[in-house]
């Protein structure tokens, strides 16, 4: 199954979800006007999503003038990945991130903070913003707000439902085949299920973008070394605006938000670990070697806490803006 035949999958598993849910609160009457509110919510934030998002980070836009080698880092990526150029943003954060939004490739927005233009090399950042650009090609930031919604939706009507009891006493009028307890049930699950079918489509569009940026930049193993970084700096600093803001943390290349345990079943992204292998694989495709490379956790370093680049020593700074 491709990664975008899987999607489409996982959505319409959503839409049902979604449909299951209006129906047993007011039948076929629930079910329209739930799916017209959503298709309201969906709109709006097809054309506004990608400002709201900027401005909850306070995100800057730059230029060449302003930040010339990030940039042209970004129009170089671009231009190989055949995409026109995107607006370039920094958001003011230490915690090292990255992320792309915007409907279309044509109005999209690559952000990076200036806690990831410290810590990275060169080619660890091409890396990283190639995998922002593949969001972008995908088409992927439309995707997720898709799924974002109509799971937000499927929380809304059940959560209304299971404090009002909807349409419930009519369970026998309209042949609802479930009965109340089953109904109570349905409402319980539903927002779980949507929430997992939800991350599910965001970790499928993870490891694609891991792949196309691999390609994008040609040098896997400078991503998968920027994710070992990125991962290690956001368990130790935290991202005040994503944890203000959860519903965003599926645009960023690594979860910002802090928190482990059982908190790992509903995070936005797979494990750093599976990605810096698969990394290693693409690299293993491509022809290129890794010697004794580390894993995610293997970088960290102990006393300095910062986390070096394959091959060479950590980068003090950066002149990316």
Not at 215 to 232: C, F, H, Q, V
Not at 284 to 307: K, L, N
């Given at each position: 199954m491709t990664g975008h035949f899987r999607t489409l999958v996982l959505i319409s598993a959503l839409m049902g979800l979604f449909m299951a849910v209006g129906y047993l609160i007011g039948g076929e009457g629930g079910m329209l006007i739930a799916f017209l509110i959503a298709a309201g919510t969906n709109l709006f934030a097809y054309w506004n999503g990608d400002k709201l998002v900027l401005s909850m980070y306070g995100a800057r836009e730059v230029d060449a003038a302003t930040a010339p080698e990030l940039v042209g880092i970004v129009r170089e990526l671009a231009a190989r990945a055949g995409l026109p150029m995107p607006r370039v943003y920094i958001v003011e954060s230490d915690q090292p991130n990255a992320f792309a939004t915007g409907r279309s490739p044509e109005h999209a927005a690559v952000a990076a903070t200036t806690g990831i233009l410290r810590i990275l090399t060169r080619d660890e950042l091409a890396g990283v913003l190639g995998h922002e650009l593949t969001h972008v090609k995908n088409r992927d930031s439309m995707t997720m707000t898709i799924a974002a919604t109509i799971a937000g939706a499927i929380g809304m009507l059940a959560h209304f439902a299971f404090f009002f009891g909807g349409g419930m006493r009519n369970d026998e009028e309209r042949?609802?085949?479930?009965?109340?307890?089953?109904?109570?049930?349905?409402?319980?699950?539903?927002?779980?299920?949507?929430?997992?079918?939800?991350?599910?489509?965001?970790?499928?569009?993870?490891?694609?973008?891991d792949r196309g940026g691999a390609a994008i930049s040609g040098n896997p193993l400078g991503l998968a070394s920027a994710l070992a970084k990125l991962e290690a700096g956001a368990e130790t600093l935290p991202n005040v605006q994503a944890e203000q803001h959860p519903a965003t943390a599926h645009l960023f290349i690594v979860n910002p938000l802090s928190g482990g345990g059982m908190q790992s079943l509903f995070s936005t992204h797979p494990s750093t670990e599976?990605?810096?292998?698969?990394?290693?694989?693409?690299?293993?495709?491509?022809?290129?070697?890794?010697?004794?490379?580390?894993s995610a956790r293997e970088y960290a370093s102990p006393s300095s806490g910062t986390v070096p680049s394959a091959g060479r020593p950590p980068r003090r700074g950066g002149p990316w803006g």
């Amino acid at each position: 199954m491709t990664g975008h035949f899987r999607t489409l999958v996982l959505i319409s598993a959503l839409m049902g979800l979604f449909m299951a849910v209006g129906y047993l609160i007011g039948g076929e009457g629930g079910m329209l006007i739930a799916f017209l509110i959503a298709a309201g919510t969906n709109l709006f934030a097809y054309w506004n999503g990608d400002k709201l998002v900027l401005s909850m980070y306070g995100a800057r836009e730059v230029d060449a003038a302003t930040a010339p080698e990030l940039v042209g880092i970004v129009r170089e990526l671009a231009a190989r990945a055949g995409l026109p150029m995107p607006r370039v943003y920094i958001v003011e954060s230490d915690q090292p991130n990255a992320f792309a939004t915007g409907r279309s490739p044509e109005h999209a927005a690559v952000a990076a903070t200036t806690g990831i233009l410290r810590i990275l090399t060169r080619d660890e950042l091409a890396g990283v913003l190639g995998h922002e650009l593949t969001h972008v090609k995908n088409r992927d930031s439309m995707t997720m707000t898709i799924a974002a919604t109509i799971a937000g939706a499927i929380g809304m009507l059940a959560h209304f439902a299971f404090f009002f009891g909807g349409g419930m006493r009519n369970d026998e009028e309209r042949g609802n085949p479930l009965g109340a307890v089953g109904a109570i049930a349905m409402m319980i699950l539903a927002p779980l299920a949507a929430t997992l079918v939800q991350l599910a489509i965001s970790r499928g569009r993870e490891f694609e973008a891991d792949r196309g940026g691999a390609a994008i930049s040609g040098n896997p193993l400078g991503l998968a070394s920027a994710l070992a970084k990125l991962e290690a700096g956001a368990e130790t600093l935290p991202n005040v605006q994503a944890e203000q803001h959860p519903a965003t943390a599926h645009l960023f290349i690594v979860n910002p938000l802090s928190g482990g345990g059982m908190q790992s079943l509903f995070s936005t992204h797979p494990s750093t670990e599976a990605r810096i292998a698969r990394l290693r694989e693409i690299a293993a495709e491509m022809g290129q070697g890794w010697i004794g490379a580390p894993s995610a956790r293997e970088y960290a370093s102990p006393s300095s806490g910062t986390v070096p680049s394959a091959g060479r020593p950590p980068r003090r700074g950066g002149p990316w803006g």
